[in-house]
């Protein structure tokens, strides 16, 4: 979603963060303690010794060893993961195991919008009884990462992983990002999931295959080449942070359709390291464009726009390209994801054709 901090979004309070020495004397015993608990268990109170672990005694697979490099080093994948466990701040990693084939175990999600995980893109991909959804906006448990027995931490979306990482990785085999937070396109979540699941060669069939998608609607709406546009959400009654950067991954979306970024925003004041500009009630008139696509945190916060006398008789609002978006189409727009991108298209579909259909 649009914030004064741009697509950062604001690190939660952590209750149970402790010094760096308490920290390390966690991470050597209690880790070890729980990896060897969770495994034994349930197999020693039932007089069985404890199953070897997938993998043992494999034969080398085809595509492995892997070794990813990310911006904390590179991660050595011996074997395809059996148990793989995502955590992030928004749905990239998810999309992309999910479209590669692949069931997480579990998702551990910071994203406050969406604590419990239903995104609408994914309604027919994340089964609840295949992958528990854990809501980690207080701060990952690092004991239920253990529980879930990983042998594959995908991390490239986790806001707090430059926090966790030392942790998260005597786990399991993690993946961060690249080399800062929030810069990776969705092409590259795609690429760096499918080499660390095995399927580089799948990875590259999905890129194209949503690719196509949003070259599709561009071809099918011709009437979009120069036609312009304002993405905003209005957090307040008379106060409204639109996108001014060029460089957002939402404005490199929508312009790929043959949309301009309305030049009317020229000059607004922006939020400092941030995408994104305010607004106050007497220059909201800024956002008229031929699409104006605009998402409100309260319900006071949509009439104090659409009464202000400087919008309600713009262009947009009386033609029809005026799009009232909820806040998981914000957020996909600016964490676009392989299988967010089509459901996000589809409903901003009423208003690309109002504006290519504009003079």
């Given at each position: 979603?649009?914030?004064?901090a741009?697509?950062?979004?604001?690190?939660?309070?952590?209750?149970?963060?402790?010094?760096?020495?308490?920290?390390?004397r966690?991470?050597?015993t209690?880790?070890?303690?729980?990896?060897?608990?969770?495994?034994g268990?349930?197999t020693?109170?039932?007089?069985?010794?404890?199953?070897?672990?997938?993998n043992?005694?494999?034969?080398?697979?085809?595509g492995?060893?892997v070794?990813?490099?990310h911006?904390?080093?590179t991660?050595?994948?011996?074997?395809?993961?059996?148990r793989?466990?995502?955590?992030?701040?928004?749905?990239?990693?998810?999309?992309?195991v999910?479209?590669l084939?692949?069931?997480p175990?579990?998702f551990?999600?910071?994203?406050?919008?969406?604590?419990?995980?239903?995104y609408?893109?994914?309604?027919?991909?994340?089964?609840p009884?295949r992958?528990?959804v854990?809501?980690?906006?207080?701060g990952?448990?690092?004991e239920q990462?253990v529980?879930?027995?990983?042998?594959?931490?995908?991390?490239?979306?986790?806001f707090?992983l430059d926090?966790?990482?030392?942790?998260?990785?005597?786990?399991?085999p993690?993946?961060?990002y690249?080399?800062?937070?929030?810069?990776q396109t969705w092409?590259?979540?795609?690429?760096v999931?499918?080499?660390?699941?095995?399927k580089?060669?799948?990875a590259?069939r999905?890129v194209?295959?949503?690719?196509?998608?949003?070259?599709?609607?561009?071809?099918?709406?011709?009437?979009l080449a120069g036609?312009?546009?304002?993405?905003s959400m209005?957090?307040?009654?008379?106060?409204v942070?639109?996108?001014?950067?060029?460089?957002d991954?939402?404005?490199?979306?929508?312009?790929r359709?043959g949309?301009?970024?309305?030049p009317?925003l020229?000059?607004?004041?922006?939020?400092?390291?941030?995408?994104?500009?305010?607004?106050?009630?007497e220059?909201?008139?800024?956002?008229?464009?031929?699409l104006?696509?605009i998402?409100f945190?309260?319900?006071?916060?949509q009439?104090?726009?659409?009464t202000?006398?400087?919008?309600r008789?713009?262009?947009?609002?009386t033609?029809?390209s005026?799009v009232?978006?909820?806040?998981?189409?914000?957020?996909?727009?600016?964490?676009?994801?392989?299988?967010?991108?089509?459901?996000?298209?589809d409903?901003?579909?009423?208003?690309?054709?109002?504006?290519a259909?504009?003079?």
């Amino acid at each position: 979603m649009l914030q004064p901090a741009g697509r950062r979004p604001l690190r939660p309070r952590q209750a149970d963060r402790t010094s760096r020495r308490r920290r390390d004397r966690w991470i050597r015993t209690t880790v070890a303690a729980l990896l060897i608990g969770v495994v034994g268990i349930g197999t020693a109170a039932c007089g069985r010794p404890p199953e070897p672990p997938a993998n043992a005694g494999a034969q080398p697979q085809a595509g492995f060893p892997v070794n990813v490099k990310h911006k904390f080093g590179t991660t050595a994948i011996p074997q395809a993961p059996q148990r793989v466990v995502v955590i992030g701040t928004s749905t990239d990693d998810l999309d992309a195991v999910l479209a590669l084939g692949v069931t997480p175990v579990a998702f551990f999600t910071t994203d406050q919008s969406t604590p419990d995980g239903r995104y609408p893109w994914l309604a027919d991909r994340l089964d609840p009884a295949r992958t528990q959804v854990i809501n980690a906006a207080n701060g990952v448990d690092m004991e239920q990462v253990v529980r879930s027995r990983p042998d594959l931490i995908l991390a490239t979306g986790y806001f707090g992983l430059d926090q966790d990482y030392a942790t998260l990785s005597k786990i399991a085999p993690t993946i961060g990002y690249e080399h800062e937070w929030g810069k990776q396109t969705w092409q590259q979540h795609v690429q760096v999931v499918g080499s660390a699941l095995g399927k580089p060669a799948e990875a590259e069939r999905l890129v194209a295959e949503t690719e196509k998608t949003i070259t599709d609607v561009r071809n099918g709406l011709p009437g979009l080449a120069g036609k312009t546009f304002s993405v905003s959400m209005g957090n307040a009654p008379g106060q409204v942070f639109t996108l001014v950067s060029r460089e957002d991954f939402a404005v490199r979306q929508i312009e790929r359709l043959g949309l301009t970024l309305s030049p009317a925003l020229a000059g607004t004041e922006q939020v400092s390291g941030s995408p994104t500009g305010v607004l106050g009630a007497e220059q909201l008139d800024k956002l008229d464009a031929d699409l104006l696509v605009i998402a409100f945190a309260t319900p006071q916060a949509q009439h104090a726009f659409e009464t202000n006398p400087l919008v309600r008789n713009t262009p947009a609002m009386t033609s029809g390209s005026y799009v009232v978006a909820d806040r998981q189409l914000i957020s996909q727009l600016r964490y676009p994801s392989a299988l967010g991108i089509p459901w996000a298209l589809d409903k901003l579909r009423p208003g690309l054709e109002k504006a290519a259909a504009k003079p």
